[in-house]
């Protein structure tokens, strides 16, 4: 891509070299647009490995959108990270391998009949460990970035927050269990968020695990406040990504989690 020159960086003599750009940022842009290729091409693999499996037959769940129990989603948190880069601008920041696989077997603890319904709302990374550690043909993942839909795409659910009660007629009442990180940092997010967990969730049931900063606890009090969104109970579990220092927390909707994560961690 040719950058149009600017009248500022040519001498009034019209003569002179153009400026370069220092050695080591010069290496730095290289290693960046390397890193960007490989992503794209893992990518790519990924999304021709679902059409082949796809035409072959051979697509996760069957027909009748079951599968196996012990099936699981190929890629695994580090080869999803590789495939997969974080989209700042839809602030995506994926949960670090080791944490996102304690909390996949944390997840499983709380869905262990594959006939109770999970839904992952704006946290994929917790899905791919999730399904990678065992299938779940109960689990649903409601995003808004539609590169996950290659993941598995019967489980996929495109998900937009400035349309909260937009979503299939199937999920209406009948999630068990919602693992949810809000995108965005703020009250009207997290409003648009609980509106959809809301009618989602079974009525009575219904349990939500909510990971997010602590910075916007006052506003977590305020909007999760009545079954079964709440009254929010803050875990022991720590949270832990790859490339954010916020400070995370996990808050459950229901008493006794205010101790899960107390022998998870290690």
Not at 226 to 245: C, D, F, N
Request: with cysteine; proline share 7%.
């Amino acid at each position: 891509m040719s950058i149009p020159g600017s009248p500022r960086s040519v001498s009034s003599e019209g003569s002179g070299s153009p400026p370069a750009l220092d050695p080591s940022t010069l290496a730095l842009l290289d290693s960046h647009f390397a890193a960007r290729a490989e992503e794209e091409n893992l990518f790519n693999q990924l999304a021709a490995n679902r059409v082949s499996n796809y035409v072959a037959g051979l697509s996760d769940n069957d027909s009748d959108g079951s599968a196996t129990g012990s099936q699981k989603l190929s890629l695994s948190v580090t080869e999803f990270q590789q495939a997969f880069g974080e989209d700042w601008q839809l602030s995506q920041f994926w949960y670090n391998p080791s944490f996102a696989e304690r909390l996949a077997d944390l997840i499983h603890t709380l869905a262990p009949d594959t006939a109770v319904k999970v839904a992952f709302l704006c946290c994929p990374t917790a899905f791919v460990a999730f399904q990678h550690a065992k299938h779940h043909p109960g689990a649903a993942l409601l995003e808004y970035d539609q590169r996950f839909a290659v993941l598995s795409p019967k489980q996929f659910v495109h998900y937009d927050l400035n349309e909260p009660d937009t979503f299939p007629e199937a999920l209406q009442g009948q999630v068990d269990l919602a693992i949810a990180d809000p995108p965005f940092l703020n009250e009207a997010t997290n409003r648009k968020l609980s509106q959809t967990l809301r009618q989602i969730l079974h009525p009575t049931r219904g349990r939500l695990l909510l990971l997010t900063s602590t910075q916007v606890q006052d506003v977590l009090n305020e909007v999760y406040n009545q079954a079964p969104l709440g009254p929010l109970y803050k875990t022991k579990i720590v949270v832990e990504h790859s490339q954010l220092q916020n400070d995370f927390a996990c808050w459950g909707s229901w008493p006794e989690a205010a101790n899960l994560g107390v022998e998870k961690q290690r």
